[in-house]
């Protein structure tokens, strides 16, 4: 079993700034692709970010490129979400998933992704 545990939300102006950690356990998470997801109230849940597992490929969606950034520390089975530039619209909970593709990949739907964290609010003041 995997488990993912997200952390550093909050509250931030827009403009500002905040990063996301999703600590992994349980397998080897050299082998997973991560994303990021997020759902705001009354919206489906959406793909963010994704990256593979050797970190060497990434997804972003367009609405958040050139502002988010995703990487991983696999000595430390953490990912992270870099978020800069945050708008009002980002306001949501983010989550974290992994997936164990059969090769180096990411994928961008969300029903491939096993495992999922908690949750996350995210939530940008204009």
């Known amino acids: 079993q995997v488990q993912l545990v997200e952390s550093g939300g909050g509250l931030v102006q827009a403009g500002g700034s905040l990063r996301l950690s999703c600590a992994a356990s349980?397998?080897?998470?050299?082998?997973?692709?991560m994303a990021w997801f997020r759902q705001a109230p009354g919206k489906e849940r959406e793909l963010v970010t994704a990256?593979?597992?050797?970190?060497?490929?990434?997804y972003g969606a367009d609405s958040v490129k050139g502002r988010f950034t995703i990487s991983r520390d696999n000595s430390k089975n953490t990912v992270y979400l870099q978020m800069n530039s945050l708008k009002p619209g980002d306001t949501a909970v983010y989550y974290c998933?992994?997936?164990?593709?059969?090769?180096?990949?990411?994928?961008?739907?969300?029903?491939?992704?096993?495992?999922w964290g908690q949750g996350t609010q995210v939530t940008v003041s204009s």
């Open positions: 998933a992994a997936a164990v593709p059969p090769i180096d990949a990411y994928y961008t739907r969300s029903e491939w992704y096993t495992y």
């Open positions: 349980g397998r080897t998470f050299s082998n997973y692709a």
């Open positions: 990256i593979n597992w050797s970190g060497s490929r990434t």
